[in-house]
């Protein structure tokens, strides 16, 4: 089992900066992949950024060049950088952890938090 929960969301103007955190616990040893989902009103959950355990990263299109997950391994802990924010960035952003055992996955979520931009 793997317990994630995020802190960070807020308002803030278009142009402006945000950082989220998640702080994973239980059975981190397991956890192959963590990511960042958003979803906004009426629309489909989406993946926003990944970075894998050996620290390989991937991006959405829409937030290459504005956005950078990062994560400190002592501190059991995922980043989301959000710089250059745009009202279409406004979603609850979920954070994620995938975990392999036994070559079974399971996948994990936090509670979200929300993110909203003004124009």
């Known amino acids: 089992q793997v317990q994630l929960v995020e802190s960070g969301g807020g308002l803030v103007q278009a142009g402006g900066s945000l950082r989220l955190s998640c702080a994973a616990s239980g059975s981190i040893f397991s956890i192959s992949v963590m990511a960042w989902y958003r979803q906004a009103p009426g629309k489909q959950r989406e993946l926003v950024a990944a970075i894998t355990s050996g620290g390989s990263t991937n991006y959405a299109d829409s937030v290459k060049g504005r956005f950078t997950i990062s994560r400190d391994n002592a501190k059991n802990t995922v980043y989301l950088q959000m710089n250059s924010l745009k009202p279409e960035d406004t979603a609850v952003y979920y954070c994620?952890?995938?975990?392999?055992?036994?070559?079974?996955?399971?996948?994990?979520w936090g509670q979200g938090t929300q993110v909203t931009v003004s124009s």
């Open positions: 994620a952890a995938r975990t392999v055992v036994a070559s079974q996955a399971y996948d994990y």
